[in-house]
């Protein structure tokens, strides 16, 4: 990618609404009605806010991964907060 192009990116970006999301975003059943709005919410993120975790919700996030009791359930959910970095 040329610089051009990632520093437009990078100001597009920047320029968006920050959004801080708790676990109770991240962690809601989409069964429910309130899972409904949480899973909208997490599709605007990245078009027309920001993202933030802050480092409570994300250290409960992680002891909700490690109480999974299923090894390929674990490995998934960290495999996928290591593609995010």
Same mark, same amino acid.
Not at 17 to 24: A, F, K, Q, R, V
Not at 54 to 61: H, K, P, Q, Y
């Given at each position: 990618?040329? !610089?051009?192009?990632?520093?437009?990116?990078?100001?597009?970006?920047?320029? =968006? !609404?920050? =959004?801080? %999301?708790?676990?109770?975003? #991240?962690? /809601?059943? /989409?069964?429910?009605?309130? $899972?409904?709005?949480?899973?909208?919410? #997490? &599709?605007?993120? $990245?078009?027309?806010?920001? $993202?933030?975790?802050?480092?409570? *919700?994300?250290? /409960? %996030?992680?002891?909700?991964?490690? $109480?999974? +009791? &299923?090894?390929?359930?674990?490995? +998934? *959910? #960290? /495999?996928?907060?290591? %593609?995010?970095?």
């Amino acid at each position: 990618m040329k !610089p051009k192009t990632m520093s437009k990116i990078i100001r597009r970006l920047t320029k =968006l !609404p920050l =959004l801080h %999301l708790d676990t109770s975003i #991240l962690l /809601e059943s /989409e069964r429910t009605e309130d $899972g409904y709005y949480c899973k909208k919410l #997490l &599709n605007v993120v $990245g078009t027309k806010h920001r $993202g933030k975790i802050s480092l409570i *919700a994300l250290g /409960e %996030l992680f002891l909700y991964i490690l $109480g999974l +009791d &299923n090894y390929s359930d674990r490995h +998934d *959910a #960290l /495999e996928l907060i290591k %593609l995010t970095d």
